[in-house]
């Protein structure tokens, strides 16, 4: 009986992990955006690789780390972005969205980062056109301009230490769970 328990138990773990994953992946799309480019990539860590954006009107990025994780730098100014240099960004854990709108000069600077977490990251990203491109999107929100950028895209709010306590008594949790299903099925 417990061993029916344990099964079903683990089961059911793994069964929500998956619906987790697969949801994340999921992006609904507006019939307004037309798709122009899809851009497949890898990039080092701690390392750029740049693309030049010479479409004109209002342009969405939206690139999701395959592996690893890639974060998003934007610039009219430039066409190198950096973490230093930039006017848009979006730096994720996962989807990253960046809005570009019709009044950038052309061409834009698009940097895209590898994170220095992984030893690699690849990425997806896919250039939309806004046919509509009235008033403010709700992924404009999500782009941040270098005087707006938050403290710290990468933490919640409140102190390093907090996080990772909270993170440390997670995983312990996780793994006692884990020693307690192991020992019942061997």
């Given at each position: 009986m417990v061993f029916c328990f344990a099964v079903l138990f683990l089961v059911l773990l793994l069964s929500r992990a998956q619906g987790f994953l697969q949801s994340s992946e999921e992006i609904t799309v507006p019939d307004e955006w037309v798709l122009l480019h899809v851009v497949q990539g890898h990039i080092g860590a701690g390392n750029y690789s740049y693309l030049r954006l010479n479409h004109d009107g209002r342009i969405i990025l939206h690139m999701r780390s395959l592996k690893g994780d890639a974060d998003l730098y934007v610039s009219d100014k430039t066409l190198r972005p950096s973490f230093d240099t930039y006017k848009l960004q979006s730096a994720t854990c996962g989807h990253d969205v960046v809005v570009v709108p019709g009044d950038f000069v052309r061409p834009v600077g698009i940097g895209?980062?590898?994170?220095?977490?992984y030893l690699e990251s690849e990425f997806e990203m896919k250039v939309f056109f806004d046919q509509t491109a009235l008033g403010d999107d709700v992924f404009?929100?999500?782009?941040?301009?270098?005087?707006?950028?938050?403290?710290?895209?990468?933490?919640?709010?409140?102190?390093?230490?907090?996080?990772?306590?909270?993170?440390?008594i997670l995983w312990t949790i996780l793994i006692g769970i884990l020693k307690i299903i192991l020992e019942i099925l061997f």
């Open positions: 895209i980062y590898g994170h220095p977490s404009e929100k999500n782009s941040y301009s270098a005087e707006e950028m938050p403290e710290n895209p990468y933490r919640p709010q409140g102190s390093e230490e907090e996080f990772e306590e909270e993170e440390s």
